[in-house]
């Protein structure tokens, strides 16, 4: 597709502005193929995604300052990219249409989904509230999480609420505020193993699998365990108690080894480090799932989460919320700043955010994979679009050393990706002017 003259114009000036910024990695790395490739060995089959198309390898192309390395090693750096355009009827009535182009997407390359698994688990939180169908109880209701022995651990109380109570609501706002870990945590135990994974995949999410906790070492039988979990109305009265569980979940089992070493204490095990029991949820699969709670009513029945329309707007509002936007809980810099967790767009440099654009994403990054799945919209110049992309940034091979390569290749290729597709997007001739002033919400309350 040919770009517009005044595009590439336009694009000069951002790349200079983006070199200036040191966003540009000039120096290209030489390691050899046996140090960065991806070493998988796969035992289960997946679908290929046969909308693989060469529109985002020609965009890309045109920029070589930015993309040259990323395209000749993209099975080394185990690249993927969806990107969807977004075309309203002129009615607001009709469903919009949605065109998806995407590069190197394929289901059997495996990647660590990290925290991006918290975003169906926050979802699935507020629909099991609603299925349970209990009067009184709701995301605000105080949710005290106990334990059953092992190592499970008690929650009582959580200082970052402004009341000190932990309540779903809360939890699903650390989440997708800051991606905290423990909410995540106190989501699954509530859910349960068997919960979370049959729900899915009846939904035809039948890829994944969230199988474990996040940033704690637990074996997989006490992931299966899950904590039981009582909640109080304000009088302090019981209105639903959710006992201690064990997962009897069959779930496909894999043989998924990645690089070609890891730390184990202080030495290095020379073998490559086994992602077998490790979470599983395709591109294709979070891209929906962003897509399903923008869109709920442009997706397949069975792909609509059991949600209501306050549902929809909490979660959308937190999506898109700046950390310092938030006044229970409060996240004040430097810790944490305007554009944190909104990797494309803006990667990982603290700074002021676009006022008129916001972004309803999920990022997610661990053991050198780097993953954001976004929603972004620009109020003033009434543009739209969904991107998904992953990047693989450990070119030493070697997990849990913390040498990553984030700041030298991932969060510069996720800022100038978010970027690319946006000043295309400028360009990109609609029939029908989108209305985004519904999902831009109050974020001052």
Request: hydrophobic share 35%; net charge positive; charged share 20%.
């Amino acid at each position: 597709m040919k770009i517009a003259s005044h595009f590439k114009n336009a694009f000069i000036a951002l790349i200079a502005l983006i070199a200036t910024a040191g966003c540009i990695n000039s120096k290209k790395t030489n390691q050899t193929s046996a140090n960065s490739s991806l070493v998988n060995k796969q035992t289960f089959n997946h679908q290929q995604n046969n909308l693989q198309d060469t529109f985002l390898n020609n965009l890309l192309a045109k920029y070589p300052q930015l993309f040259n390395d990323i395209l000749s090693r993209k099975e080394q750096l185990g690249v993927q990219i969806i990107y969807t355009q977004i075309d309203r009827a002129k009615k607001e009535k009709y469903k919009p249409k949605f065109t998806n182009h995407t590069f190197n997407l394929n289901n059997s390359n495996y990647f660590y989904p990290a925290s991006t698994v918290k975003l169906p688990i926050a979802i699935l939180a507020l629909q099991k509230l609603n299925e349970l169908k209990i009067p009184g109880l709701n995301k605000g209701t105080t949710m005290m999480t106990e334990s059953a022995g092992g190592s499970q651990t008690i929650v009582n109380n959580d200082p970052s609420a402004a009341d000190g109570r932990p309540t779903i609501a809360h939890y699903i706002k650390k989440i997708l505020l800051v991606s905290d870990n423990d909410a995540f945590n106190r989501l699954y135990e509530f859910l349960g193993q068997e919960y979370i994974n049959n729900s899915l995949h009846k939904m035809g999410y039948t890829d994944v699998q969230i199988i474990h906790r996040l940033s704690i070492s637990l074996t997989e039988e006490q992931n299966r365990n899950t904590n039981p979990v009582t909640f109080f109305d304000s009088t302090g009265k019981v209105l639903y108690v959710k006992p201690a569980e064990k997962s009897k979940l069959l779930y496909i089992q894999r043989n998924i080894k990645l690089g070609k070493g890891y730390m184990q204490g202080d030495k290095i095990v020379n073998e490559p480090f086994d992602f077998s029991k490790k979470n599983l949820l395709p591109l294709n699969n979070l891209h929906s799932i962003v897509r399903s709670i923008i869109f709920p009513k442009a997706v397949p029945k069975e792909q609509q989460f059991n949600l209501t329309k306050e549902d929809y707007d909490f979660l959308r509002l937190y999506m898109s919320m700046r950390p310092g936007e938030s006044k229970s809980p409060v996240y004040a810099a430097p810790q944490y700043w305007d554009t944190y967790v909104k990797f494309l767009f803006y990667g990982s440099e603290p700074g002021k955010t676009v006022p008129h654009i916001r972004i309803f994403n999920k990022v997610g990054d661990a053991y050198g994979f780097l993953i954001d799945a976004a929603y972004i919209a620009d109020l003033k110049n009434n543009i739209e679009f969904m991107l998904s992309a992953v990047v693989y940034c450990n070119s030493d091979g070697i997990f849990n050393d913390d040498k990553y390569d984030y700041d030298s290749i991932g969060f510069p290729f996720m800022k100038n990706l978010g970027r690319v597709i946006y000043e295309y997007e400028r360009t990109r001739v609609r029939k029908n002017k989108p209305e985004l002033s519904s999902i831009f919400y109050n974020y001052t309350d």
